[in-house]
């Protein structure tokens, strides 16, 4: 069972309002030309409201009578299946451009565990437009960025630059000051725990606080494309 997806209720409102149509207006669309026989202007008032959600069909539906797309409609996608939906690709697109069998590939929506080969992976960004930090949680692949960017700050970061920068598919010279900074927040809090005179405060607690948060530091230096 999914959950239901993000929808952004306000700019469904706007955008309906700027085409200069009633609620009937996009039931009619939407039953017309998706075949949604059922839909009527209470589905929309509702939708727009808050009160109910929409079905990934009926967002998709909702997304053509309004002439927009599918992510125009969503908060931001935080699952496989959710940016799938937001690019307003068939999952048997996805499934073809990955290389991965279409019921491989549904159990990998259901379980929300992407398990493909990196050339799998690769293809998966491209067919989804997906920016690194979505690329690396829906690939599993956070607790190995998690593990250089530890060993990053607290040794050389210049040698896991070239390790991060080909996991999350960056130039290297995009990541030079952002580890920089990080190294040195890094080393000053711990220099600033050895320097406490002794029982003052939990030896290492501001230092174990960074590294619990390292993802976060990180991708906050990253500029999203």
């Keep these: 069972m999914h959950s239901p997806l993000p929808f952004n209720a306000r700019a469904a409102r706007i955008l309906r309002e700027k085409l200069g149509m009633a609620p009937g207006h996009v039931a009619y669309g939407m039953r017309a030309s998706y075949g949604m026989a059922y839909i009527t202007p209470d589905h929309i008032t509702a939708w727009e409201r ?5 079905n990934a069909s009926e967002l998709t539906a909702l997304a053509g009578a309004l002439w927009c797309n599918p992510n125009e409609l969503m908060g931001a996608p935080r699952t496989l ?6 690019r307003g690709l068939a999952a048997e697109d996805v499934a073809r451009a990955t290389g991965v069998g279409i019921d491989d590939y549904l159990r990998m929506e259901e379980t929300g565990q992407w398990t493909g080969g990196k050339r799998q992976s690769a293809a998966l960004a491209t ?3 997906l920016p690194p930090r979505d690329f690396i949680a829906i690939t599993g692949l956070e607790g190995e960025l998690a ?7 607290s040794t050389r970061w210049q040698a ?4 991060i920068a080909r996991l999350i598919a960056v130039d290297r010279r995009e990541l030079q000051d952002p580890l920089r900074d990080m190294h040195q927040e890094y080393q000053t809090l711990m220099a600033a725990t050895l320097s406490r005179a002794s029982g003052t405060t939990a030896s290492g607690e501001d230092g174990r606080r960074y590294l619990e948060d390292i ?7 990253i500029p999203e494309d």
């Design 50 to 54: 808050g009160t109910a959600l929409p």
């Design 215 to 221: 993802i976060d530091h990180f991708w906050s230096r």
């Design 127 to 129: 067919a989804l437009a």
């Design 160 to 163: 896991h630059i070239r390790a």
């Design 147 to 153: 593990q250089l960017l530890t060993e990053a700050v």
């Design 81 to 86: 299946r959710e940016h799938r939906i937001a």
